[in-house]
């Protein structure tokens, strides 16, 4: 009903509010399902990704190794006399490490037997036992225990990638080899343990003495370059366009086009690099150096927006405060305005420095895709970093790089983890409420 206005009654008003709460509640449910439904989703492929890198990274983590008796024979392992490292990486360690695995499996017969033993072990078996010798000088010319590393094919049979049951023409591995594993295993000699190759070893061809060390120091000195000129420029960048500039047509142009920098393709930083620093200005290629500015200049416009947010967010009451009571423009800026920006500031540069650090295509244009085998000192030396250690990995066919590759990844996502988990704890320790 309505009255000589046409306006509805209380009553019929009431009516067809009632009448709509159903359908208003209905809709906001909805809403509320589909959120929770995305957000299921979301956790879903979340749980389906780490569970895949977690299956195959964590079995990467850890090797087999056999443990020999060795008998450090002085002359043979110290053909100079002096036990000076030198001396020692140049002993006899190879053959000394053959007689050893002859030995554990009864001394056996005949060139193909012995050379079927001496395939169980690692390559680099020899440079094991120097290192040993070396960081162990007083067990010279003792009989001690040694640990070695298997050879991949082995470590992959052990781990079941290789079946016995197998034509012995279809896999790597022959019915002899096999017959000695089982020996060895059955004598309590192969143990399954963390791989400390991984962890302390460098770029190599075989996959079981392969390690991340040269890539992740590389990928530190990388990042070390990176934040000293990506941190400083950005800051100040964004203290000039906020507190400094004004306000024309040509500061607009500056802040339209550090916006675009911000979604050009990382790609193409990679080849301003290679164009610019390489062959412009003959820098050498595959070193942190090259790869830490290409990767500042691809992080500046992060830096530079997110520490332009964190300016904005300092109330205006803190600028007039300073100005009232006489401070300078310049002692507003630095002694009140960065500072309480700066929570902001960090937190921004250290999301920069995840996004740099899991960058690969520009450091792939500068060459670091190079096979680097000694761990960098410094930023003018050669390097590679860990993704692309992780992609080159990822391109060779050994059954064990496929899971060193994903334990790698682990590492990668620690890094990150560890990074972001930083920028929140300097955040919410270094915010100041007003």
């Known amino acids: 009903m309505t009255d000589s206005r046409g306006r509805l009654s209380p009553q019929e008003a009431a009516k067809r ?63 100079q006399g002096d036990m000076s490292a030198a001396s020692l990486y140049a002993g006899d360690s190879g053959k000394i490490v053959n007689e050893s695995v002859l030995k554990a499996l009864g001394e056996p017969k005949g060139r193909m037997a012995k050379k079927a033993a001496r395939s169980i072990m690692s390559s680099a078996s020899d440079q094991r036992l120097a290192q040993f010798a070396v960081a162990n000088p007083e067990l010279i010319g003792q009989t001690v225990p040694v640990k070695f590393a298997l050879d991949d094919d082995i470590d992959s049979f052990m781990r079941g990638f290789i ?52 890539a992740l120091i590389g990928s530190i000195l990388t990042l070390a370059v990176c934040l000293v000129i990506a941190f400083p420029l950005g800051v100040a960048t964004a203290v000039y366009l906020e507190e400094i500039a004004p306000k024309n047509r040509f500061t607009e142009i500056i802040e339209i086009n550090i916006n675009n920098l911000a979604a050009v393709p990382s790609v193409v930083f990679g080849i301003m690099g290679l164009a610019i620093f390489i062959v412009a200005f003959g820098m050498p290629r595959s070193i942190p150096l090259v790869g830490g500015v290409v990767l ?49 500031m960090l937190t921004g540069t250290i999301i920069g420095m995840a996004q740099a650090l899991g ?26 970093a860990l993704p692309v250690q992780i992609f080159m990995w990822a391109d060779f066919a050994e059954r064990m790089f496929i899971q060193k590759t994903s334990a790698a990844i682990i590492v990668l996502l620690a890094f990150l983890i560890t990074m972001n988990a930083a920028a929140i704890v300097l955040r919410k320790k270094l915010e100041r409420r007003w």
């Open 359 to 384: 960058e690969t295509a520009p450091l792939l244009m500068i060459g670091m895709v190079a096979f680097i085998v000694d761990v960098p000192t410094g930023v003018v030396e050669p390097a590679t």
């Open 163 to 214: 079946s016995r049951e197998t034509p012995q023409s279809e896999r790597r591995i022959n019915d002899q080899v096999i017959t000695y594993v089982d020996r060895l295993n059955e004598a309590g000699l192969i143990s399954y343990e963390i791989s400390d190759y991984l962890f302390f070893g460098s770029a190599s061809r075989n996959a079981e003495i392969a390690g991340i060390k040269g």
């Open 296 to 344: 500042a200049l691809m992080t500046l416009p992060t830096i530079i927006i997110s520490s332009r947010a964190a300016i904005r967010a300092v109330p205006p009451s803190i600028r007039d405060a300073a100005l009232g009571i006489g401070a300078s423009r310049m002692q507003t800026i630095f002694h009140h305005v960065i500072p309480l920006a700066m929570p902001g």
């Open 17 to 79: 509010v009632a009448a709509t709460l159903g359908r208003r509640g209905s809709s906001e449910k909805r809403f509320r399902y589909l959120g929770v439904a995305a957000i299921s989703t979301a956790l879903m492929f979340l749980v389906l990704l780490f569970s895949g890198i977690l299956s195959n990274g964590l079995p990467g983590m850890f090797q087999h190794y056999v443990t020999l008796e060795v008998y450090l024979d002085k002359e043979r392992m110290d053909p």
